[in-house]
């Protein structure tokens, strides 16, 4: 079969298996989860020996190590592929649930109730867990998915898939509700971004060039996660210590990811008495600085900061900063240069809380907290299929509620329309 | 200016008016859309004399009589676009509103709180009302909207662009907050359609083929609206005197609208005794059949159903009818032919009840109710700006919550990331 055909009939049977998994009880879905982890368990040498073909050949491609790592299914690995099954296995079963009801003055009764998307298309880069942890929320959730992992790790993917397979079909569902799709031909991803007959959501998670290219090739709607550029803004009042530990906890405690801080903006008034203290803390950590002028001069190892380091990810233990006249000047760069993923206010001044808090319009907005918590584990909701910097349907970490849509449910007894 | 400059113009202009109206008061946006009011009450005159440039034209150029009264502005239209407004003006503001809120075990408390989608694109065919009720719902919920009417109505539209910039300049807000584009130019669609970076959701209103343009050449995420091919499944246990009246008004009240009922599907143990009887009073009304044999036999006036009858909207007093074995016959009927709209029940039956709103998943699932209230105003959402067949973000009819999303707020006292 062409790529062409193979992709088409397997959206084909993702749609029909989609029906199903819909109407899948809970218990059942549930089991199908904790079936799958005690087959990642008992097949964990099968896996590994997989993964290690897709190891040799990375090297022997000359990947960079940090490819390779990423690649690698360690014991440690499996072990969390395990945990998190077993973690969505407990979480609440969003399809069914009410969100809200209300009565008509006609009698009618007017309902919201959650129901699965139904057919989500995952395409992801090159760590192998992305398969069983998104596979698994989608499940839950009543979905099916198309898994489209990197061609790197096709044998990792395949041999998990197999696993996920076996679970399905002893639980008398079927193995189309999780289908990992076996070619590695670019031109897969193109067909699958072409079926929205029959696939409801695409959702990218890997580099910006992968999902500026979904998102170009798209016929689907796509949730996407572009770059998080977080601010934490130290503000007049700010209780210096606490700024303090938020400013360490939001730049260093992981500096490669979507929610660490990378522009830290200070109050005039407090620049001189927090930046130096700050900074040396922060820069014996490793942390080198970008500073407005006024910033350099209280931070003597600080480079001068360019136009081009505000809107920067550095994703790196690099740090821009700037000094503000006010919280206003402080919302208006996070205007312009910022990316709508996480900000931080840290303050003690009641109206400038509820202010940053009403005005700043990005995912997630803190008061007094590290931007590191933007994370579906962090903020309540389980476990997540990513964060969302697109406004429409989900805004920020993605749990199972937002793997669901709603349908109205009217109870009546005859009513008509006047 | 080119039609590209002046669209991308319009963009950026938008995406700025978008940022003010976020923060802008309930009380002036309500201001605003009463004052919109007034100006159309004062400006009739005008309004119609502009309309009637258009009118002439329509007529000129041959358009249908159908189309060239969709195209007038009456005294009644006038009446119900300040009816419109006074009502959207006092609907509840979405913006802020906090959907729930929960405690973390580390003492963070996490809200979604109510925000607007940004600047909203509508794409409408001839009625020039939709412009005062587009804009009106999305203003109320805080976004800038860019409206392109078709070309026919080109001198209504803008006269009416100018009464709302009008009450927009009065309230001290921008102007680019609604614009009306005013270039006849299709290529302005396809411009717009592109701008990505500015406009956060595009809303088609319109036939098919505008729908599948707008899905076709967009890059920015759509709601959109396909067709509604409505059934009422009448089961074993139904009251036969309610399933009259529920599908003579499915059916008959207004047979032109998405919510009307097309197929009308029957348990075979009551066909005998409820289809000539309903067949009778939808007969002396207009209805034709397209009738399965078995419906045919009890049905004197019935012509033959093809494959092509199953899944048509007719639009029209056409009702197709089926005998089928039970329940499961009929979702099955509903899940290979339906459009994922608008379906009802009549049933007695407790169990029944309750598995047809589990399993049915489209928009809009009734019990013992017409399919007529598959409506904004009808199920208590306000005014509506369509309704959706679009799983993501909005399933069904959109109110003015459907024109925000929820952003997070945390409120710690200096937590940070363990």
């Not at 609440?92 to 009410?98: K, W, Y």
């Not at 076996?182 to 670019?186: A, E, L, V």
């Not at 007094?368 to 994370?375: G, H, I, P, Q």
């Given at each position: 079969m062409s790529t062409e055909a193979t992709i088409i009939a397997m959206a084909k049977a993702a749609k029909a298996a989609a029906k199903k998994m819909a109407a899948c009880p809970t218990a059942k879905k549930n089991a199908v989860l904790l079936q799958i982890a005690q087959g990642l368990e008992q097949s964990a040498k099968f896996i590994q020996s997989e993964n290690l073909k897709d190891v040799e050949n990375a090297k022997a491609k000359g990947l960079s190590a940090a490819m390779v790592d990423r690649l690698k299914v360690t014991d440690s690995t499996i072990r969390s592929m395990i945990t998190g099954l077993t973690e969505v296995a407990q979480l609440?079963?969003?399809?069914?649930?009410?969100t809200s009801t209300w009565m008509r003055p006609n009698g009618l009764q007017v309902a919201r109730m959650r129901i699965p998307l139904g057919v989500i298309g995952i395409i992801y880069e090159s760590r192998p867990n992305v398969t069983i942890d998104a596979a698994a929320l989608c499940l839950k959730a009543g979905n099916a998915t198309i898994l489209r992992g990197g061609s790197e790790a096709i044998h990792s993917n395949q041999a998990l898939a197999a696993i996920v397979a076996g679970a399905l079909t002893n639980a008398g569902?079927?193995?189309?509700a999780v289908q990992v799709i076996?070619?590695?031909?670019?031109n897969a991803v193109t067909v699958l971004l072409k079926q929205d007959e029959c696939i409801d959501l695409i959702i990218p998670r890997g580099g910006e060039s992968l999902i500026r290219f979904v998102v170009e090739n798209s016929k689907i709607p796509v949730l996407k996660h572009y770059k998080g550029v977080c601010h934490v803004y130290v503000d007049a009042s700010a209780d210096l210590a606490m700024a303090e530990e938020i400013c360490f906890n939001a730049k260093?405690?992981?500096?490669?990811?979507?929610?660490?801080?990378?522009t830290l903006l200070v109050h005039r008034s407090m620049a001189a008495a927090f930046l130096p203290r700050m900074a040396a803390r922060l820069g014996a950590a490793g942390v080198r600085f970008r500073g407005c002028p006024e910033s350099c001069r209280l931070i003597p190892k600080a480079e001068p900061a360019t136009?081009?380091?505000?809107?920067?990810?550095?994703?790196?233990l690099i740090l821009a900063v700037k000094v503000v006249d006010n919280m206003d000047a402080a919302m208006e760069h996070i205007a312009a240069y910022g990316s709508d993923h996480t900000e931080t206010i840290v303050t003690a001044d009641y109206e400038r809380a509820r202010s940053f808090v009403r005005q700043v319009n990005s995912s997630v907005v803190l008061v007094?907290?590290?931007?590191?918590?933007?994370?579906g584990g962090q903020l309540g909701l389980?476990?997540?299929i990513g964060i969302s910097?697109?406004?429409?349907?989900?805004?920020?970490p993605m749990g199972v509620d937002e793997l669901t849509t709603t349908k109205f449910v009217v109870y009546g007894d005859g009513q008509v329309r006047q």
């Open positions: 609440h079963d969003p399809v069914g649930a009410v569902l079927p193995t189309e076996p070619i590695t031909d670019r260093v405690q992981r500096p490669g990811v979507c929610n660490a801080m990378e136009e081009a380091d505000w809107p920067e990810e550095y994703l790196d007094n907290a590290s931007t590191r918590f933007n994370d389980g476990a997540e910097t697109t406004k429409l349907h989900a805004f920020g």
